[in-house]
């Protein structure tokens, strides 16, 4: 059974078209221009290539000299064998087809054989950075903003742990519209009071603030799909994660979340009370999450223009408006 279809009582019937994006429109081949974590650092080790599926196409991923991650397109352009197959020599890719190599700018450098290599044979680079436990790769030519960070916090004084949900039937917009989705998380996620004060919507980030007698929150949501929080409860707890998810075609989007707390409280309490207290908090991201997932798993989502919105709905209209309006790329290899 492939990702697009759905066993239903015994057969396999074809995922409904509506299914995961937005209800009635055509998908043009862009995707939003923003930062996606594509794996686990951990799972990234040197001297080996791992390939992703990435903006309804594919990416190889891997360590330069460096250490740092290099993120290209899949897709040989001799013959398009997926480079993941292939194998690092002296730092560049090599096909395991015909054994042409490429050095992590995109260059082919070899071709056995000949001595004459074109300069219009290559494959595509993407900007790509490693934070949070995650390997990330930018959706353009160019960054136009920064990774993701915590609200009201340093990185050096977070304590963190970084997990991976998986691949999701859903664009991962979607699913972030939940953050100006206030009537949502009160009727769903039973959030008290989940009224804001503040909501900013900038050019690729969106700032929001909740202040009750029960909990102040302050949010951000950077490219429309990766969310950063953090949470000061009413005895004075607080609480910090992440969540978001890359694209992975239309329709589709793999998640990923990492739960965090101050690296002050974490070495008072030493490293089995750190731990038991992190997995409270994976705990309650994955209780958000099975809250969630069944209902957008078979939302027919009505986007821009089409959703019956009322006054309680200003902030979710604008986003719709928001996201109607962010940039796109498509693909380096189409």
Known sequence: MSEAETRVTGAVLPRPPYAGREYGKDHDGTYLKNWNPLMLAEELPEGKIVGRDFLGTRVIVYRGADGSPVVQSAYCPHVGADLSEGCLVDGAVRCAYHHWRFAPDGRCVDIPGETHIPRAVRIYSYPAAERWGLIWAFNGEEPLFGLPEFPNIAEEDVYYRTFHRGVRPIEGWIGSSNLVDFQHLKTVHNIPDPHPTKVDFGDYLIVVRQESDARIADTQLYGGTWLTARTELADGTERFFMAGSSQVAPGWSDAYFVVAMRRSQAEELGPEGAAA????????????????????FSLRFRGYGKSALIRTD?????????????????????
């Open 277 to 296: 207290e992190l997995q409270k908090r994976v705990d309650y991201v994955h209780k958000l999450y099975a809250e969630d997932e069944p209902i957008l």
């Open 314 to 334: 200003k902030y979710f209209g604008q986003f719709l408006r928001y996201i109607e309006r962010y940039p796109r790329s498509a693909p380096f290899d189409v």
